[in-house]
């Protein structure tokens, strides 16, 4: 099987992360269970320069190593790897922190892992210049039989796998969007994925 799984807010906790960040940053308060937008801007009520600043400290190699993994994430990958399973990672990212994100998935036992950097997001306002390893072009031409992914945003790059599996984890910024079709399953945790994958 080829299986799908986004990097942030899926294999680590970025997000809670980064509430952190901003209350050091900017004395802005909003605790991770009330990010309701997955557009952190938004939820943090950052001006444009507050969410850059943001954004390219969140960046940097010593924060993205601090991240903490999903519990039960990479041991649920890595069995997946162990039955001859394919597992692509496609983090939403610029290429200049692909060596540092490929680090953080090596230092967590995933070094078997494939890790792409698509532009499912435009982010290249806060990196100028930014470039992604994997064309949308090359991107549609991949197959994956599961997808595990935490953003209401990314869903529109399944459309073209009618049969693809959607995992989507479970967090506060997508309490409340509608899935587009039956083959959307809300998993509250790793434990749960890996009992839909069998």
């Not at 900017?26 to 969410?51: A, M």
């Not at 903490?68 to 394919?86: D, F, N, Q, T």
């Not at 992604?132 to 072009?137: D, H, I």
Request: charged share 25%; net charge negative; with cysteine.
């Amino acid at each position: 099987m080829n299986i799908y799984v986004d990097f942030d807010d899926c294999l680590c906790e970025t997000a809670r992360a980064f509430s952190k960040m901003v209350a050091e940053l900017f004395g802005t308060n909003v605790p991770y269970e009330e990010i309701r937008y997955f557009n952190l801007q938004k939820s943090f009520s950052l001006t444009d320069e507050q969410y850059k600043k943001m954004m390219l400290k969140g960046h940097t190699p010593e924060t993205l190593l601090s991240y903490e993994e999903s519990p039960g994430a990479s041991k649920v990958i890595r069995s997946w790897l162990e039955k001859g399973h394919s597992v692509s990672i496609i983090t939403g990212s610029p290429f200049s922190s692909y060596d540092i994100s490929r680090q953080w998935l090596d230092e967590h036992g995933l070094g078997g892992v494939k890790l792409y950097c698509l532009d499912k997001y435009g982010r290249d306002t806060f990196i100028q210049g930014s470039e992604f390893s994997l064309s949308l072009e090359d991107y549609y031409k991949m197959n994956f039989d599961y997808a595990v992914e935490d953003s209401p945003l990314a869903f529109k790059f399944f459309n073209h796998l009618p049969n693809l599996k959607v995992l989507v984890y479970d967090r506060p910024w997508n309490q409340d969007c509608d899935f587009p079709n039956k083959n959307f399953f809300r998993c509250t945790d790793w434990e749960s994925i890996g009992e839909m994958v069998k």
